[in-house]
């Protein structure tokens, strides 16, 4: 599976594909700024693999994950659409992954999938 991150241009925010989970559906995850209040099951730093957008200390904002199916986000990713998108290293999405294990804020049915998705039992 290849990984990417786009900005959702109806939401303005940035999202990362975390795991597919099911037929052409995937799980993706929101970026944030951390903030006080912020879960901190998974902080990204600038840097190391982090993709380009995160310019500073960030979040996964677990409780604002969404599945999107293939054909929404073709129309959102062609090669000379407008849209900021990119790919993120493999540590940096399983960081995000794990985070996604221990986070509260994952809605349950995502954390099942993601769990099929890594292969780990229920």
């Excluded at 975390?18 to 970026?31: M, R």
């Excluded at 310019?55 to 293939?70: L, N, P």
């Excluded at 493999?90 to 221990?102: D, E, H, R, Y």
């Amino acid at each position: 599976m290849h990984f990417c991150w786009i900005r959702l241009p109806t939401i303005n925010t940035s999202a990362i594909a975390i795991a597919q989970t099911c037929g052409s559906n995937y799980l993706f995850v929101n970026v944030t700024t951390r903030r006080p209040n912020s879960e901190t099951s998974c902080v990204l730093l600038p840097g190391s693999g982090t993709p380009s957008f995160i310019v500073h200390e960030s979040v996964i904002a677990y409780q604002f994950a969404r599945e999107m199916d293939a054909t929404q986000l073709a129309l959102l990713i062609t090669s000379g659409s407008p849209i900021p998108k990119g790919t993120c290293s493999m540590a940096v999405i399983t960081q995000i992954q794990q985070g996604g294990l221990v986070s509260k804020r994952l809605k349950k049915r995502y954390k099942t999938a993601l769990r099929a998705f890594l292969g780990i039992p229920p």
